[in-house]
């Protein structure tokens, strides 16, 4: 059996990450209003992929469906916390963008 068929979950991560960093390259492309280093497309990148790779361990390891959704929903909290950080900087810490 091909590799690519045992991990299916596995593989729509990765694809979905790879997707999701073509939105601001492809948008660069056309605007200025875009400004990505190649710093950020690694940060985002590993954010993205952390987030999906937890939700899937998550779904792999617990059982109680109740478990399941509340430790997907704050691992996706977290994702958009830390992301609104990076980005803007809402709560003010060093790491926080402009």
């Given at each position: 059996m091909n590799i690519f068929m045992k991990n299916k979950r596995l593989n729509i991560?990765?694809?979905?990450?790879?997707?999701l960093l073509l939105i601001p390259f492809i948008a660069m492309q056309f605007t200025e209003e875009v400004t990505w280093t190649s710093f950020d497309f690694i940060v985002m990148?590993?954010?993205l992929l952390s987030t999906g790779l937890l939700i899937n361990l998550v779904l792999r390891k617990i059982t109680k469906t109740k478990y399941r959704i509340a430790l997907s929903i704050a691992i996706a909290v977290a994702f958009l916390i830390v992301w609104a950080e990076l980005a803007v900087g809402i709560f003010g810490t060093p790491f926080g963008g402009q």
């Open positions: 991560i990765l694809i979905t990450v790879a997707i990148g590993i954010l």
